[in-house]
């Protein structure tokens, strides 16, 4: 079965520091990869996905994913991050086995603690 | 914009009631879903819905079942509410063809059972 992992739970950093947030995935076919924002008392909102060709994808706020095949990763970076990035961050990935239903398969979170 | 509501933003339950959370959407998408959030856990998924009256169990289907009557609406329901089920539940939906896999999510519901 597929599986995601973030391999931190939590994350603190400095504001204006660079972050990168990890993720890995287990799939043997082709996936579509995702990751979401989850602020405070809030649902989650797409931050970013990857379908098809560049493997570097952006989001309208300065983050940015790569889409590592070879390492079956989709780690997330940003810059430098503001004390409005203090969030959870999830990375999904898409569940090709269970037929076109858009199933996704969502890692564990990561909190990003952004401390001024 | 895509907008995914949700009946309540808190409930507190009693053990043993039988609980119903309502998720309506609004851009006429195939596919609903419910996950139930937990610490550490992340988003497990309850059950799903690719169609109307179609539904297929997810991952933690025991203790819950679903409705869709109409496209829009997808309804979960707690047969029997036990303390274990208090968490947070969220319902999500995505549209077909190269948007399947793009869900969006409500605000979500903070169910206590006491």
Known sequence: AQSVTQLDSQVPVFEEAPVELRCNYSSSVSVYLFWYVQYPNQGLQLLLKYLSGSTLVESINGFEAEFNKSQTSFHLRKPSVHISDTAEYFCAVSDRGSGNTGKLIFGQGTTLQVKP | ?114
């Open chain 2, 1 to 114: 914009d895509v907008k995914v509501t949700q009946s309540s933003r808190y409930l507190v339950k009693r053990t043993g009631e039988k609980v119903f959370l309502e998720c309506v959407q609004d851009m006429d998408h195939e596919n609903m879903f419910w996950y139930r959030q937990d610490p550490g856990l992340g988003l497990r998924l309850i059950y799903f819905s690719y169609d109307v009256k179609m539904k297929e169990k997810g991952d933690i289907p025991e203790g819950y079942s679903v409705s869709r009557e109409k496209k829009e609406r997808f309804s979960l329901i707690l047969e029997s509410a036990s303390t274990n089920q208090t968490s947070m539940y969220l319902c999500a939906s995505s549209g077909g063809g190269a948007l399947t896999y793009e869900q969006y999510f409500g605000p979500g519901t903070r169910l206590t059972v006491t």
